[in-house]
């Protein structure tokens, strides 16, 4: 299960159905994604999500809103957006004018 992960982490920038990121674990997709769930304890998708949030939240700190929702394979800003804020509570531009805020307040 920890490769599964993996491929999921390394592939953030990827647009592609997890079950075709798979593809090389030569495992039945149902199964894994089970076996998955009980590993990590949130399903593959819940799982991918997350690491493109957290890779996003590194981005934000130097690109855009729109190159960042780009470069992850989202169809557009509004939809990176909408999902940033569902997983972190703000939107992506107020996390970066936080993330500057408290940069300049440690100066």
Not at 21 to 48: C, H, M, N, T
């Amino acid at each position: 299960m920890k490769r599964a992960g993996e491929i999921l982490e390394n592939r953030v920038e990827s647009s592609l159905k997890i079950y075709t990121l798979w593809a090389p674990l030569s495992v039945p997709y149902d199964l894994l994604r089970k076996a998955f769930a009980e590993y990590y304890g949130i399903s593959p998708a819940q799982y991918q999500i997350r690491a493109r949030i957290n890779k996003a939240c590194k981005w934000l700190e130097k690109l855009f809103v729109a190159e960042v929702a780009e470069r992850l394979g989202y169809a557009d800003s509004f939809a990176f957006s909408k999902q940033f804020k569902r997983a972190t509570g703000m939107s992506p531009r107020i996390f970066q004018n936080q993330r500057c805020s408290s940069i300049l307040q440690d100066e």
